[in-house]
């Protein structure tokens, strides 16, 4: 049997990693600023990681959601505290897209509407809503295409008033920092103006935070920024520093029906307990405040190279936009600098490395990325 070719893949074999840096199957060691898209929070290999999973291991695996699982409410416990959110709801599933999917549900149940307002250059998922609502035609299969999208364009207030006029809106979903569009910001003044509408027409808040919360722009929800909460938050990729798991932070005024959603695998015994130990470490050794200052550093070194159009993001998402004539740089950052990277079209770069990235491992690729720009 073939596998399915979906995937462009760099002719890298990965044998081995442990912290920042991962090994192939020759001894070539790399410096990993990627993290698998944006997974890797705590470092490949995490000590207090594997021992989580692997005590778990030695006692129960997985139940399905039939039975109690007390580290179910350890992770709501733990979770609501790091965030600030302690008053929140938690469903645990699976990946972004799932996320993204039952957030959906949950507010078009809340108001009993079908209408909802994605963005331009948006990325929420693959699956059948979480795709609708993504602005990438070439992906929409026709099965998924959705007459009750409505996409606008990113940070215009103006123009978002307006579609609430013109329709009965269910939801505002929303990254705070569009990832695969480019590590482009969502304005405090427009994530304000998103929950302020949304409370003037009984619609909800949806913060995807998939790629850009967890921590990673030092702050636990990007969206937090702009002072207000959004109703429901969204979240994966670093939750579980490569073991998938995802969940959704739920506002207190949406109130849970048995049935309403559901999972097999969503919450199991070995997922809280990735889950778990990612909190601790964030928590144990101070990662947010790491995130930020050392992605800081990094914004305010990049921004003196020459050869650069923008540098975009905040703490460790940093997008660095370079013209048509250094469209090679992430390749050579790979093949010879041996550093992994991210790319969004045409040409942006993107970092997206663990929480715990040191200051050192920045002077890397910093010094690698003058190279070949020939600062």
Request: proline content about 3%; charged content about 20%; aromatic content about 8%.
């Amino acid at each position: 049997m073939n596998l399915f070719d979906v995937y462009p893949l760099n002719d890298v074999t990965i044998v081995k990693a442990s912290g920042s840096y991962v090994w192939d199957d020759k001894g070539q060691k790399y410096l990993d600023l990627y993290g698998g898209h944006a997974v890797i929070s705590i470092g490949h290999t995490n000590p207090h990681w594997v021992k989580r999973i692997e005590d778990q291991l030695h006692q129960v695996s997985f139940y399905s959601n039939s039975v109690k699982i007390p580290l179910q409410q350890e992770l709501a416990d733990k979770l609501g505290k790091i965030s600030g959110k302690d008053n929140y709801q938690l469903f645990l599933c699976n990946s972004g897209a799932e996320a993204n999917e039952n957030a959906l549900k949950v507010a078009s149940f809340y108001n009993g509407r079908k209408k909802v307002i994605a963005f331009k250059k948006s990325f929420h998922g693959r699956t059948s809503l979480a795709v609708a609502v993504t602005d990438n035609p070439a992906i929409v299969a026709p099965v998924n295409e959705n007459e009750n999208i409505i996409f606008l364009p990113f940070n215009d207030a103006a123009t978002l008033e307006q579609a609430f006029l013109e329709n009965e809106v269910t939801a505002v979903i929303v990254e705070g920092i569009q990832g695969v569009g480019g590590i482009r910001e969502a304005t405090p003044d427009f994530l304000r103006s998103i929950r302020r509408l949304c409370d003037q027409y009984n619609a909800v808040y949806i913060a995807d935070s998939v790629q850009c919360g967890y921590g990673r722009t030092g702050q636990f929800y990007s969206h937090d920024i702009a002072g207000v909460n959004a109703d429901i938050y969204t979240m994966a990729k670093g939750m579980g520093n490569g073991f998938p798991v995802a969940g959704i932070s739920i506002a207190p005024k949406f109130i849970a029906k048995h049935f309403m959603l559901g999972t097999t695998f969503g919450g199991n015994h070995l997922a809280c307990a990735a889950s778990m130990a990612v909190l601790e470490e964030i928590e144990s050794n101070d990662l947010l405040n790491n995130a930020a200052s050392v992605g800081q550093y990094l914004l305010n070194e990049l921004k003196k190279l020459p050869n650069i159009i923008e540098v975009r993001g905040r703490g460790l998402m940093i997008g660095i936009e370079l013209p048509e004539a250094f469209k090679d740089v992430k390749k050579n950052l790979l093949s010879i600098h041996k550093i992994f990277t991210g790319e969004a079209k045409p040409n942006v770069i993107r970092l997206l490395p663990a929480l715990n990235l040191s200051i050192a491992d920045a002077d890397i690729f910093l010094q690698a990325i003058k190279t070949e720009l020939g600062a």
